[in-house]
């Protein structure tokens, strides 16, 4: 574990969201040792078991806290996560759980391979080695129930997302837009450039465990063809494949 | 087993509990009653856990079958409602026999209104709610109702005990302006546009869901854009995109997005938005987060005074009690 120097860390600002939720903002950038430090506090504040915070949502660069008023205020709050924070130990190697994630890339599954290639005067194989030959760090679940949004996308596949959103996309498409990629976890509108899709469960509220993902977990992406997607959605479908089976 | 049918129902009719709270670290929002005073109570009327999932519609409830004898309540507000044809009362727990056609229409001072029925639905929780979230397919019953549709009761035998009634209310929705704190991204807004807010009148658009509620009005200019890297979503959250027009994040809402949010209805006021009818004039008051929190404090022991304040509609007479009580 890294301790990094009082100098270097950032300043808590906190924001106000009404009478149940405050903000404490790290910085307004998506940037990796932001998200760690907010990630970290979020954990901290979990084990502290703080009586009154409710739910604590970690997004790229800031903290939601859902607390209960007739229990504690955002006063006092306000003090717990500022002693937290100053306590706060940030390991940078990444704490959080590593995922291999198999993808199907191009076809009917990746719809905007093609395009995206295209548009960086690259070949598609090579638009796949890229997005599978990098390790990306989930910064946020958000959006959609188990939606992660992955930092770490080469800027080689940057991509502006499409002019005209896709009114749905299925859960388990692999998309990328801007600097950033995502796994969906449901089938939801997307402006975002398609390239392929995972049998994956994401999210899946009749398993043990619903959610796969969380902040600060590592995903990298694995190739695969049709016929070895079949065989996974099949084992995922029936229970004899498990989310263990996608640990790295 | 006795059923609800389901047989023509209004546009937005879903079941609903107090929600899912404690998983928008997950991606999922509280989703649950859009007016949980009004939940709870029907639930108190009806005999149930002020929890228990209700039908919760907006506008209009439609047409439903009971193919067993039940008892029920509607609370929200003075929806128009008939047995059989025969116009009953709202605000008080009915007894309906087997086979009861109940209608259920709207109502000239809500929007959302509640449907409890004695013992509840015989559905599990997914995720600890009862509670529908129709966009990410959640709940036992994971979509708005349609014509056909057979809900499961728990009860298919008559409450034991009398019928009650509300003796309270609660003011009006349109009775004050709509307090706000301000923030968390009220620094992305130019002075004059938090004048304009404040100042302004809005009013509530025929564009509403569980999700969010469209306001008009004047338009609120941002500074250095309406593009912010994603922070979480309150509830109650009025966020701005680029048209420069507020948009109210509700129960069902995004956890998190990419607009700055200009201010934040407290929990006590969110009633007083979601109850209004579409096109009705909205204002805004700000107010501290202190005041907030102070604010839902009160709000929520007066409305616990309010339940409290449920009372039998007919209790046994004393002449048959003490009749009851004499021995051999």
């Known amino acids: ?248 | 087993m006795s059923e609800l049918l389901v047989l023509r129902p209004g546009p937005m009719v879903t079941l609903q509990d107090l929600g899912r709270v404690g998983l928008m670290h997950q991606g999922i929002p509280e989703s649950g009653a859009m007016d949980p005073e009004a939940l709870m109570l029907a639930n108190l009327l009806a005999g149930n856990d002020p929890g228990e999932a209700c039908l919760e519609f907006a506008m209009f409830a439609g047409v439903f079958r009971f193919t067993a004898a039940a008892r029920l309540a509607v609370a929200g507000g003075t929806f128009r409602a008939s047995c059989n044809g025969v116009p009953f009362p709202v605000g008080r727990s009915i007894d309906v026999p087997e086979g009861a056609e109940v209608e259920i229409g709207p109502a000239d001072d809500a929007t959302w209104g509640y449907l409890a029925i004695s013992a509840g639905f015989a559905v599990e929780p997914v995720l600890g709610s009862r509670s529908t979230h129709v966009r990410f397919a959640l709940g036992p019953i994971p979509r708005v109702l349609t014509a056909g549709d057979r809900l499961p009761l728990r009860l298919g035998t008559l409450q034991e005990g009398p019928r009650r009634r509300a003796t309270q209310g609660r003011q009006p929705p349109q009775a004050r302006a709509i307090r706000v704190v301000l923030g968390p991204q009220d620094d992305r807004f130019t002075d004059e546009a938090i004048s304009t807010f404040l100042a302004g009148t809005y009013w509530l658009t025929a564009k509403f869901d569980r999700m969010a509620c469209r306001l008009d009005g004047p338009r609120l200019a941002h500074r250095d854009g309406a593009d912010i890297v994603s922070d979480g979503i309150a509830y109650g959250s009025i966020q701005v995109p680029g048209d420069g027009l507020p948009l109210v994040l509700l129960a069902d809402r995004q956890t998190t997005g990419g607009y700055p949010k200009i201010a934040t209805i407290i929990g006590a006021d969110l009633y007083r938005l979601v109850q209004r009818r579409p096109g009705a004039p909205i204002r805004f008051v700000a107010i501290t987060t202190e005041e907030a929190e102070a604010a839902w404090r009160r709000h929520v022991a007066a409305r616990n005074t309010r339940l409290a304040a449920v009372r039998d509609l007919a209790p046994p007479s004393p002449a048959s009690a003490a009749g009851m009580m004499i021995g051999p």
């Open chain 1, 1 to 248: 574990m890294i301790v990094e120097d009082e100098e270097m860390k950032p300043e808590v600002r906190f924001r106000a969201a009404g009478d149940r939720h405050l903000v404490a903002e790290l910085a307004d950038v998506i940037d990796p040792s932001i998200n760690r430090r907010v990630v970290a506090l979020a954990a901290a504040l979990e084990r502290q078991r703080v009586v009154g915070i409710i739910d604590l949502l970690p997004t790229y660069r800031s903290l939601l806290v859902h607390y209960d008023p007739l229990v504690a205020g955002r006063g006092l709050l306000e003090n717990v996560i500022l002693r937290a924070f100053g306590n706060l130990t940030v390991d940078m190697s990444g704490a959080g759980k590593r995922w291999r994630i198999p993808v199907v890339y191009g076809g009917a599954h990746g719809p905007d391979l093609d395009e995206v290639a295209a548009r960086h005067g690259i070949t598609t194989d090579e638009v796949i080695a890229l997005h599978s030959g990098a390790e990306y760090r989930i910064f946020m679940i958000g959006f959609a129930p188990g939606y992660a949004y992955l930092g770490g996308l080469p800027p080689a596949l940057h991509t502006p997302r499409r002019p005209a959103p896709r009114l749905s996309a299925p859960a388990g498409t692999i998309s990328i837009g801007g600097q950033q990629a995502s796994i969906a976890s449901v089938p939801l509108p997307t402006g975002w450039n398609l390239l392929g899709r995972t049998p994956v469960k994401a999210f899946d509220p009749m398993r043990a465990d619903p959610f796969l993902f969380a902040a600060g977990d590592t995903v990298a992406f694995t190739p695969v063809g049709q016929p070895e997607f079949e065989r996974l959605q099949v084992g995922i479908e029936r229970g004899s494949i498990t989310s263990e089976a996608f640990h790295a």
